[in-house]
């Protein structure tokens, strides 16, 4: 395993590798594989790409992100603007059911709202207000509506695992209660563990996910 100077120091150069992100902005803590991000930035979206760069990184456990998002003067927008603007970006993804959506927004912080057939919708809705201009948070309470396809999720789920080359199958368990899916095991890194709840998701009929899979760092 890692040592501390050594996993902070790599997530130091990993947000530099990022374009989109100040890494003087930025400051790192590691602590027996958790690692701690602090700091100031002017958009959400360079906020989650810190956290996303850190989860990139082999041995990091968890990431515990303290940044805040603080605009300038020019950067500010105010509400209205804001909801005129995610609803356009709406309009222009194919893959958001915008007329299954609401949105609210409070000083800069939107909640979306409503209820959608598949994970992907949902997904395509949050990155559509990632990046607008004046997003300082984003709550992603879009719920999923159970199918009702009788699906062996279960065993869908378990052909889909063993498809991937990034996952080892054999390292995770999957049960399911209804179109519930609990998952645990343990994966090598963050981007193994994304893959295996990518292709949860990607199952029919699947309307939660209970991840408990760790991250074991060799």
Same mark, same amino acid.
């Given at each position: 395993?890692?040592?501390?100077?050594?996993?902070?120091?790599?997530?130091?150069?990993?947000?530099?590798?990022?374009?989109?992100?100040?890494?003087?902005?930025?400051?790192?803590?590691?602590?027996?594989?958790?690692?701690?991000?602090?700091?100031?930035?002017?958009?959400?979206?360079?906020?989650?790409?810190?956290?996303?760069?850190?989860?990139?990184?082999?041995?990091?456990?968890?990431?515990?992100?303290?940044?805040?998002?603080?605009?300038?003067?020019?950067?500010?927008?105010?509400?209205?603007?804001?909801?005129?603007?995610?609803?356009?970006?709406?309009?222009?993804?194919?893959?958001?059911?915008?007329?299954?959506?609401?949105?609210?927004?409070?000083? *800069?912080? =939107?909640? #979306?709202? /409503?209820?959608?057939?598949?994970?992907?919708?949902?997904?395509?809705?949050? &990155? %559509? @207000?990632?990046?607008?201009?004046?997003?300082?948070?984003?709550?992603?309470?879009?719920?999923?509506?159970?199918?009702?396809?009788?699906?062996?999720?279960?065993?869908?789920?378990?052909?889909?695992?063993?498809?991937?080359?990034?996952?080892?199958?054999?390292?995770?368990?999957?049960?399911?209660?209804? *179109?519930? =899916?609990? #998952?645990? /095991?343990?994966?090598?890194?963050?981007?193994?563990?994304?893959?295996?709840? &990518? %292709? @949860?998701?990607?199952?029919?009929?699947?309307?939660?996910?209970?991840?408990?899979?760790?991250?074991?760092?060799?």
């Amino acid at each position: 395993m890692k040592t501390n100077e050594q996993l902070q120091l790599d997530v130091m150069d990993e947000l530099k590798w990022d374009p989109l992100i100040a890494a003087s902005e930025i400051g790192v803590s590691a602590k027996d594989g958790v690692i701690t991000l602090s700091g100031y930035v002017d958009s959400y979206s360079k906020k989650y790409a810190a956290e996303k760069a850190a989860k990139r990184v082999s041995g990091v456990l968890a990431v515990a992100e303290d940044i805040e998002v603080r605009f300038s003067a020019a950067g500010r927008r105010d509400d209205t603007a804001i909801a005129e603007a995610i609803l356009n970006a709406f309009k222009w993804n194919t893959l958001v059911p915008e007329s299954k959506l609401k949105v609210k927004v409070d000083d *800069g912080w =939107v909640t #979306l709202e /409503g209820a959608v057939d598949w994970q992907f919708q949902k997904n395509a809705a949050y &990155k %559509a @207000v990632r990046d607008i201009e004046g997003v300082r948070g984003v709550s992603n309470e879009i719920t999923l509506n159970p199918r009702l396809e009788k699906t062996d999720i279960e065993k869908t789920i378990r052909r889909a695992l063993h498809r991937r080359a990034s996952v080892n199958a054999e390292n995770i368990r999957v049960r399911t209660e209804g *179109g519930k =899916v609990i #998952l645990n /095991g343990r994966a090598n890194t963050w981007n193994e563990r994304r893959e295996v709840e &990518k %292709a @949860v998701w990607s199952s029919p009929g699947v309307t939660e996910v209970e991840d408990n899979i760790a991250i074991i760092a060799w």
